[in-house]
């Protein structure tokens, strides 16, 4: 496999999945990889992210029906929770025990994703024109 160049891009982008607690899209890594790198392109921003998901250094979370997320590779398996407010994933601070035994009878588990769904601690805190605006 070809090692890829360290760039700029490159660099701000492994900075911002580095210092988010969380998985991003990879629209929202290049938004915020842009405060570090502001010449960052979306194009250049997604060929990144799929680079380091085909080295191993992210993977991918993919949200049933919706938009595939992306996060350190090397992070525990863990569960999710979705804001379906303002759309951005979270990681949960548990997983439920004993998922097997949520499997049909007879049914042999071999692996799970959980995903929950509802509104972050952001968008909570609605006002009577929507979410806070400090929140997001």
């Not at 191993?56 to 992306?70: A, C, D, K, M």
Request: glycine letters at 8%; a positive charge; one cysteine or more.
């Amino acid at each position: 496999m070809s090692r890829s160049r360290d760039t700029a891009q490159r660099r701000a982008i492994r900075q911002v999945f580095e210092q988010e607690d969380r998985p991003l899209s990879a629209a929202e890594a290049h938004r915020i990889a842009q405060e570090i790198c502001p010449g960052l392109g979306i194009a250049t921003a997604y060929r990144v992210v799929n680079r380091m998901v085909g080295e191993g250094w992210l993977s991918q979370v993919v949200v049933p029906g919706g938009t595939t997320f992306y996060e350190l590779a090397s992070k525990a398996p863990h569960h999710y929770f979705l804001c379906e407010a303002c759309g951005r994933l979270f990681n949960t601070a548990c997983a439920p025990k004993n998922v097997a035994a949520l499997s049909p009878e007879g049914f042999r588990v071999a692996r799970h994703d959980v995903f929950l769904y509802g509104r972050c601690r952001y968008c909570s805190y609605e006002t009577p024109h929507g979410p806070a605006a400090d929140g997001v």
